[in-house]
């Protein structure tokens, strides 16, 4: 008998987060540790008219991969094949109506060791989906959510046993609820309030014990991230003015991308540029990926978490970018709908409790302090 948690987490994703709709192309994609939530997604999708298509694996994208074939095509693959453009990643992101995507990786860090310059050129060449994707989602043509479903990797990762992780992923998107939609139109009305209040402001300016930076939004338009496009969700963000910020930032939790963790960062701006880079952990990996290109170094995103039922660090950004007290920033691509025209072949989510002290002022008013709204 499927887990009533499933069932719900099915039912929010189809319903709620992408509403899929009669004729809608629906590509699904998961590993197969996620074929309970998969028949739960496509028992969904056929109730409400949509086209669904399955997409088990492909390999440039490695969090998609099955056990050991993203480690055989890195070190393997020439670097033309390197360079190769995934077709049927191209054909989803430029054509379907829906994307709903299921983390459910056996191996987290299947690539941890795998050469920097190759992940480089791999993600260089994947720069122009990317953009398809980011200007698809932000014009809404694209409806897209991505989740997780819990596996034995991701609860090693957080420390927990596997029926510990199950409780926290269902507890977080509230699938655990005899209403879970209904949490989420609340969630979504009291975030609505802070983006009202932030709506024609220009200046934010971050301190603490982590952090003493400053940035623009003059002009830029902060998201009520509220379940639509990841689940869980609970953060309001927006894109800086690309040359805006100055000052510094210590992240007080590893950085993590292609399933290396990078420890310690410490990022020093000018002109909104990155000018200083440090870590004590992985340190040669962040400089390469700042180097990826030009856009790298510049903010895409920055974003104040809002989920107190997310409380905890598991190694996953879908998760830990949402933890109640905390902002995090986003080096590289930035997201149309908030105004940002950074452009990156990455957008490398970082996170910093503000929980110890850390304040948020608003054109001088005070917006945020140690985990809590003022206004």
């Given at each position: 008998?499927?887990?009533?948690?499933?069932?719900?987490?099915?039912?929010?994703?189809?319903?709620?987060?992408?509403?899929?709709?009669?004729?809608?192309?629906?590509?699904?994609?998961?590993?197969?540790?996620?074929?309970?939530?998969?028949?739960?997604?496509?028992?969904?999708?056929?109730?409400?008219?949509?086209?669904?298509?399955?997409?088990?694996?492909?390999?440039?994208?490695?969090?998609?991969?099955?056990?050991?074939?993203?480690?055989?095509?890195?070190?393997?693959?020439?670097?033309?094949?390197?360079?190769?453009?995934?077709?049927?990643?191209?054909?989803?992101?430029?054509?379907?109506?829906?994307?709903?995507?299921?983390?459910?990786?056996?191996?987290?860090?299947?690539?941890?060791?795998?050469?920097?310059?190759?992940?480089?050129?791999?993600?260089?060449?994947?720069?122009?989906?990317?953009?398809?994707?980011?200007?698809?989602?932000?014009?809404?043509?694209?409806?897209?959510?991505?989740?997780?479903?819990?596996?034995?990797?991701?609860?090693?990762?957080?420390?927990?046993?596997?029926?510990?992780?199950?409780?926290?992923?269902?507890?977080?998107?509230?699938?655990?609820?005899?209403?879970?939609?209904?949490?989420?139109?609340?969630?979504?009305?009291?975030?609505?309030?802070?983006?009202?209040?932030?709506?024609?402001?220009?200046?934010?300016?971050?301190?603490?014990?982590?952090?003493?930076?400053?940035?623009?939004?003059?002009?830029?338009?902060?998201?009520?991230?509220?379940?639509?496009?990841?689940?869980?969700?609970?953060?309001?963000?927006?894109?800086?003015?690309?040359?805006?910020?100055?000052?510094?930032?210590?992240?007080?939790?590893?950085?993590?991308?292609?399933?290396?963790?990078?420890?310690?960062?410490?990022?020093?701006?000018?002109?909104?540029?990155?000018?200083?880079a440090s870590a004590k952990k992985n340190e040669?990996?962040?400089?390469?990926?700042?180097?990826?290109?030009?856009?790298?170094?510049?903010?895409?995103?920055?974003?104040?978490g809002t989920n107190n039922m997310i409380n905890?660090?598991?190694?996953?950004?879908?998760?830990?970018?949402?933890?109640?007290?905390?902002?995090?920033?986003?080096?590289?691509?930035?997201?149309?709908?908030?105004?940002?025209?950074?452009?990156?072949?990455?957008?490398?989510?970082?996170?910093?409790?503000?929980?110890?002290?850390?304040?948020?002022?608003?054109?001088?008013?005070?917006?945020?302090?140690?985990?809590?709204?003022?206004?």
């Amino acid at each position: 008998m499927t887990d009533r948690r499933i069932a719900n987490l099915a039912k929010t994703l189809v319903q709620y987060c992408v509403s899929v709709r009669e004729g809608d192309r629906v590509g699904i994609i998961a590993q197969p540790p996620a074929t309970p939530l998969v028949g739960e997604v496509l028992r969904e999708t056929l109730r409400q008219g949509g086209y669904p298509y399955l997409l088990p694996y492909s390999v440039p994208l490695p969090t998609l991969a099955y056990r050991d074939l993203p480690r055989i095509f890195f070190e393997e693959a020439s670097d033309d094949q390197l360079r190769h453009q995934d077709l049927f990643w191209k054909i989803l992101n430029e054509d379907f109506d829906v994307r709903i995507f299921i983390q459910s990786e056996y191996d987290t860090k299947s690539l941890s060791d795998i050469p920097p310059e190759r992940l480089r050129i791999h993600r260089q060449a994947h720069k122009e989906i990317f953009d398809t994707y980011f200007r698809r989602m932000s014009s809404g043509d694209l409806r897209r959510v991505s989740t997780l479903f819990p596996t034995q990797a991701y609860a090693d990762d957080a420390g927990m046993n596997l029926s510990e992780f199950e409780d926290y992923v269902y507890s977080a998107t509230y699938s655990d609820r005899d209403d879970p939609v209904g949490e989420w139109n609340r969630i979504r009305e009291e975030q609505q309030a802070l983006v009202d209040w932030l709506q024609g402001k220009e200046e934010v300016r971050v301190q603490g014990p982590h952090v003493d930076l400053s940035l623009s939004i003059a002009g830029r338009t902060f998201i009520n991230s509220d379940g639509k496009q990841n689940m869980p969700s609970g953060e309001i963000f927006t894109g800086p003015v690309e040359d805006s910020a100055q000052g510094w930032v210590r992240f007080t939790h590893p950085a993590i991308l292609s399933g290396r963790e990078v420890e310690g960062v410490e990022l020093q701006f000018e002109n909104g540029r990155v000018v200083k880079a440090s870590a004590k952990k992985n340190e040669d990996f962040l400089l390469t990926m700042l180097d990826l290109d030009e856009g790298a170094r510049y903010l895409g995103e920055f974003a104040v978490g809002t989920n107190n039922m997310i409380n905890r660090f598991i190694k996953k950004i879908l998760f830990d970018e949402k933890i109640g007290g905390t902002i995090h920033m986003a080096l590289g691509k930035g997201y149309p709908i908030t105004g940002s025209v950074n452009q990156s072949a990455i957008h490398w989510d970082m996170i910093c409790d503000m929980r110890d002290g850390g304040q948020i002022f608003v054109d001088d008013e005070l917006f945020y302090d140690s985990g809590e709204f003022k206004i």
